[in-house]
Every structure is written in structure tokens, then in C-alpha cells.
């Protein structure tokens, strides 16, 4: 159990389009779902943290009108990087917590990532 | 606030040989604690998880990693490496979503 779907796992477009990335938890229902950023033989940087039904609280420096993070129910996730640069081509990673429990002693599940090329 | 810390950004095994990866928490209470692994251009997968109950954790792929309040230290062992283990490991404390370093394993054959 606790399968992450993530879609696509590979785009590649011209500068100035918009990507959509979708994170689906695909046997289990996620209130929080988690946006991460990963640069070639880097950690992982959290971006954004998107609870079900509320607005996603966005970590400092990263441009909420860039990212666009939407939670619309308690199994999808998407982040729309709009106007798509070259500078923002990177490996994105979405995870997902089950609810219940003392709150974050819940593991993540992660999807398989999405590399994303701006050409 | 928990943290914890990854105290080798780089560790080296020969295939056979034992294992050990080293994380230390802190933490004001015994928080839950996660082990996740990293392969190239992959997710994360999660290895194991300690959750206050026994203090030595078996994970996927023969790993195991024991909680010692005494030490703040949950450290990921694993008898016998294998070529498959090459990857990056994280150890994450409940709360923290921020990923430090990881550490990255090399096996050599």
C-alpha cells in the first residue's frame, strides 16, 4: 500500500508554456502533500507544503505566481510551472502523508519524480 | 524544532562488507524517525521507519537502523552491502519535510 503516482515523469517544451505535473495518492487519502525541487546530484529542496482544501504554504524564495500548487482533494496534487524557463528545468518530486496519527509522524511517499526540460 | 544530522556525506563499502550509514536527531522527545533511499532519477522509496515502539527497526532490503535515546543517534546498517544499494540515503525526523545532505553510498565490486 501507499503507492504515489506522479505524471508526467518526463516533458520536454519550449520556453514560455506552462507544465502541469500531477501527484496522485493512489490507495490512501493525503490532507498534506509536499513539493520538492531537486537539482543534478543534490538534495531534495522543499518547496511548497499543499494541504487538501486550503492554500499551499510556499517555503521562502520560491515564487508562488511561478508555481502554481492546487489540492483540490484529498488524492491529487498539481503544480503548474507556468511560463516555463530554461532556468527551470530540474527533477521535481511530489510526496504525500497519510492522515491520521501524532502530525508528521506519518512517513512520505513519494512519487517517482518528473524531469522537466525547458528548452 | 527536530533536526537531524547526516554525519557522512559520502561512504564507501565493498561489496559483502558491512554497512553503516550515521544519523544523529534532536529533538526535545523520541520523535519518529524515517530512513528513505534515493536511486538515480527516482523517487524516494522509504526503507524504515521508527515510531516509539521497538527500538531496533528491520527496513526493506535487509536494512535495519536502531534508536538509542541515550546517543540521540539512529544509525542505518546493513550486514552485507550489495551492488543494488549504490544510491543516496536521507534520514528524515517527524515534522522536518526540509531534506539535509543525504548521504551517498558507493559499493564497489
Known amino acids: 500500500g501507499a503507492v504515489v503516482s506522479q505524471h508526467p515523469s518526463w516533458v520536454i517544451c519550449k520556453s514560455g508554456t506552462s507544465v502541469k505535473i500531477e501527484c496522485r495518492s493512489l490507495?490512501?487519502?493525503?490532507?498534506?502533500m509536499f513539493w520538492y525541487r531537486q537539482f543534478p546530484k543534490q538534495s531534495l529542496m522543499l518547496m511548497a507544503t499543499?494541504?487538501?482544501?486550503?492554500?499551499?504554504?510556499?517555503e521562502q524564495g520560491v515564487e508562488k505566481d511561478k508555481f502554481l500548487i492546487n489540492h483540490a482533494s484529498l488524492t491529487l496534487s498539481t503544480l503548474t510551472v507556468t511560463s516555463a524557463h530554461p532556468e527551470d528545468s530540474s527533477f521535481y518530486i511530489c510526496?504525500?502523508?497519510?492522515?491520521?496519527?501524532?502530525?508528521?509522524?506519518?512517513?512520505?511517499?513519494f512519487g517517482d519524480g518528473t524531469r522537466l526540460s525547458i528548452l | 524544532a527536530q533536526s537531524v544530522t547526516q554525519l557522512d556525506s559520502h561512504v564507501s563499502v565493498s561489496e559483502g562488507t558491512p554497512v553503516l550509514l550515521r544519523c544523529n536527531y534532536s529533538s526535545s522527545y523520541s520523535p519518529s524517525l524515517f530512513w528513505y533511499v534515493q536511486h538515480p532519477n527516482k523517487g524516494l522509496q522509504l526503507l524504515l521507519k521508527?515510531?516509539?515502539?521497538?527500538?531496533l527497526v528491520k527496513g526493506i532490503n535487509g536494512f535495519e537502523a536502531e534508536f538509542k535515546k541515550s546517543e540521540t543517534s539512529f544509525h542505518l546498517t546493513k550486514p552485507s552491502a550489495h551492488m543494488s544499494d549504490a544510491a543516496e540515503y536521507f534520514c528524515v525526523v517527524e515534522g522536518d519535510m526540509r531534506f539535509g545532505a543525504g548521504t551517498r553510498l558507493t559499493v564497489k565490486p
Open positions: 521508527y515510531t516509539s515502539a521497538a527500538t
Open positions: 499543499s494541504n487538501e482544501g486550503s492554500k499551499a504554504t510556499y
Open positions: 510526496s504525500a502523508r497519510r492522515a491520521g496519527g501524532r502530525v508528521g509522524s506519518q512517513p512520505q511517499h
Open positions: 490507495d490512501f487519502q493525503a490532507t498534506t
